[in-house]
């Protein structure tokens, strides 16, 4: 089965950025859409970006349209998402998720079979 890593995350200053990145062992991520989702304190989780398998399907949460970008790497089995102009309020645990569906801006989270361990995003100064 499936199974991914998120790494990347951090403290960094409001407007700074980061990269997260979402690795996969054993099987190779090209084969499924994949999500960011992420969970702040507090707060259900909810979706971030999602790109479907070719890269011809993205989408954003409206909270970070123009600031993050989600994109593949399958030379390297990874899924990246480039975060700037990072705000306090993007703070939170930050999640890769894939699916078997396909990258829907609704982030239907029961459409994920798969779940990282998350990685820890603070923007404070």
């Known amino acids: 089965q499936l199974r991914v890593t998120e790494s990347g995350g951090g403290l960094v200053q409001p407007g700074g950025s980061l990269r997260l990145s979402c690795a996969a062992s054993?099987?190779?991520?090209?084969?499924?859409?994949i999500a960011w989702f992420r969970q702040a304190p507090g707060k259900e989780r909810e979706g971030v970006a999602c790109?479907?398998?070719?890269?011809?399907?993205?989408n954003y949460a409206d909270s970070v349209k123009g600031r993050f970008t989600i994109a593949r790497d399958d030379a390297r089995n990874t899924v990246s998402l480039q975060m700037n102009s990072l705000k306090p309020e993007d703070t939170g645990v930050y999640y890769c998720?894939?699916?078997?569906?396909?990258?829907?801006?609704?982030?239907?989270?029961?459409?994920?079979?798969?779940w990282g361990l998350g990685t820890q995003v603070t923007v404070s100064s």
């Open positions: 998720a894939g699916t078997q569906y396909w990258c829907s801006a609704s982030f239907k989270q029961d459409d994920y079979f798969t």
């Open positions: 054993e099987y190779t991520l090209s084969g499924y859409p």
């Open positions: 790109i479907n398998t070719n890269s011809r399907i993205i």
